[in-house]
């Protein structure tokens, strides 16, 4: 037994720590906020979620379980407890799989490299041995600092920098004593090969590996069908992300999105594209400059009007599974973003972000959710959770039911 009381130590958005008791209630609010399912059952199709256990993957998952009856396997890469607590991800899967145990849906999770072909193939192996031999659904969300190529062994890394010239934008951070200060940071741009690592590691290349190494097993049932989590946001953040390097690296998902779809639509009669997302707080969103700010005014503008990644991969798995029409822009992808997007909303935020100080901003954005969004992403700020109770932190990686 190692219980301890946890309490939240951080520098800047990363905290050393997580809450496991506010990990497994924050998992069981995103479960019960999942509209139910129009028919019950335990024989649900089976999914692949490759990036299980934090922000749209996880709420892909958690969607995937609760509203479709998926089973199948969740793909993610956490640290165990040891001198310091499990990661926050490490908490979450557990709570997941046992959410997914009393439902009765049959749902293993892999901690492993998504990059690495020993992933693929133990995936494949489950896949034939335990589900049927047969993948109706495969989504994809992976956010990472690098990737190794399983082929050459090359290791790439991906930056955020915009492309051409420098970028200076405002950012939110917070002092020692947690005062929110509105800053300017310039971030120098792109050089080298930046771009393409960033492409390498970010873009479509795994993804499109991953549907490669299955259909070469003969594991993609008829009428497959896999989406890639992506996002575009605002004008307001377009040089450091959809222009920047990360941009780049979202265009290739898109191509491959289309090259996929015509390949599988031709073998499989499937489909493959990519989910444009809104904003929301992510581990991987606080490290990008101007988006904690931009998220923080957006919610001071639409408050509760705001969807909630849960509900966001609801409306995806509903359009994936037929439920409602698969819906695709131009560029042949889903949009959950509209509501973000609306140019009412868009253009209340930027008069908001050009009057946004040290000194205004707490009328402005709502840092008070802000604050407890980025918490809640270790179990932190999770209602009813008693943060002064011992809580027991070796929490066991969970095993697949017999």
Not at 314 to 340: K, N, S, Y
Request: aromatic content about 8%.
């Amino acid at each position: 037994m190692s219980e301890r009381v946890i309490t939240p130590k951080n520098r800047g958005f990363l905290f050393l720590d997580s809450h496991p008791a506010g990990c497994r209630r924050l998992v069981d609010e995103m479960w019960q906020a999942v509209p139910a399912p129009a028919a019950a059952g335990t024989g649900g199709p089976v999914a692949l979620v490759i990036g299980s256990s934090a922000g749209y993957g996880l709420a892909a998952t958690i969607a995937g379980l609760a509203r479709v009856g998926i089973r199948g396997i969740g793909v993610c890469f956490e640290k165990a407890p040891a001198r310091r607590t499990g990661t926050a991800g490490w908490y979450r899967t557990a709570a997941t799989a046992q959410l997914a145990r009393q439902h009765g849906r049959d749902m293993v999770f892999l901690n492993g490299d998504a990059f690495s072909d020993t992933t693929k193939e133990q995936v494949a192996d489950l896949l034939t041995e335990r589900f049927g031999g047969r993948l109706d659904y495969l989504v994809y969300s992976v956010a990472a600092p690098r990737r190794t190529d399983p082929d050459t062994g090359d290791v790439y890394a991906s930056v955020l920098k915009p492309v051409g010239a420098p970028h200076t934008t405002k950012t939110l951070v917070f002092d020692e004593h947690g005062a929110p200060e509105v800053k300017d940071v310039t971030t120098a741009p792109a050089e080298g090969d930046d771009i393409e690592q960033t492409v390498a590691v970010m873009g479509g290349a795994d993804w499109e590996r991953w549907v490669t190494f299955l259909a070469d097993r003969s594991l993609l049932a008829d009428g497959f069908a896999t989406a890639a989590l992506s996002y575009i946001g605002s004008p307001l953040t377009a040089a450091i992300y959809r222009q920047g390097t990360i941009g780049a690296a979202k265009a290739h998902l898109e191509a491959t999105a289309r090259t996929l779809d015509e390949r599988l639509g031709k073998t499989v009669g499937g489909r493959a594209v990519t989910s444009v997302n809104a904003a929301a707080v992510t581990q991987s969103s606080t490290a990008i400059p101007g988006i904690a700010l931009y998220v923080g005014l957006l919610r001071g503008v639409l408050g509760d009007a705001m969807t909630a990644p849960v509900g966001q991969l609801v409306q995806l798995w509903d359009q994936l599974t037929g439920a409602q029409p698969l819906d695709t822009d131009d560029e042949h992808r889903v949009r959950l973003d509209t509501w973000e997007l609306d140019p009412a909303v868009q253009k209340a935020v930027a008069e908001r972000w050009s009057s946004a100080t040290s000194a205004t901003v707490t009328e402005l954005a709502d840092l008070d959710w802000f604050g407890d969004e980025v918490r809640r992403l270790y179990g932190f700020s999770v209602p009813g959770v008693d943060y002064t109770a011992a809580v027991e932190t070796d929490v066991p990686w969970p095993a697949p039911t017999a």
